[in-house]
């Protein structure tokens, strides 16, 4: 069974400043270099007039990871990360894949300006992890490590925007 994920995030900068650093290539190298963890690197990147798509890798070190995970996967844990935005509408999709694990995470995420200035950006989506008896525990701990590391993300892109301001 899949577990729902809907997480939000906010920035004081407008959406058209957020959505700027999510579709350049230096904003994601820096942020890969900051947060992307083991083996990090941006894999793919791709633009035309109206879409900017990519995939970045990302590691987290096995003794970092829960007893759970560490017993399924044996050892670091890679995850291939798949983006793709439309300008108009700043609206994406985004695919998770995890390295030695029968698991996924799909969802759409959207970028849009708050009532009350600045942005927010949302991500809704589901988690699928198809291993018997542990496959519900590893969901729970991806929608939760998803949330840290898209808040984490989000401060990112504000110090980065403000670096450049």
């Known amino acids: ?15 058209s400043d957020v959505y700027s650093a999510l579709v350049d290539d230096a904003y994601l190298r820096d942020r890969l270099a900051a947060l992307g963890g083991v083996g990090a690197e941006l894999v793919a990147f791709n633009r035309t007039d109206t879409t900017t798509s990519y995939q970045l890798r990302q590691g987290i070190p096995a003794e970092k990871l829960p007893s759970v995970a560490r017993g399924v996967l044996g050892g670091d844990l890679l995850i291939d990360r798949a983006e793709s935005w439309t300008e108009a509408g700043y609206a994406g999709t985004v695919e998770v894949t995890l390295g030695g694990v029968p698991g996924r995470l799909d969802g759409t995420i959207t970028l849009a300006d708050a009532a009350g200035g600045g942005s927010e950006l949302t991500l809704v989506g589901q988690v699928k992890v198809g291993i018997p008896l542990v496959g519900g525990k590893l969901e729970s701990l991806i929608v939760e490590q998803v949330a840290v590391l898209l808040d984490k993300e989000a401060e990112f892109t504000t110090e980065w925007l403000a670096r450049r301001a």
Do not use: F, K
């Open 1 to 15: 069974m899949a577990r729902r994920i809907e997480h939000l995030t906010t920035s004081r900068r407008p959406a």
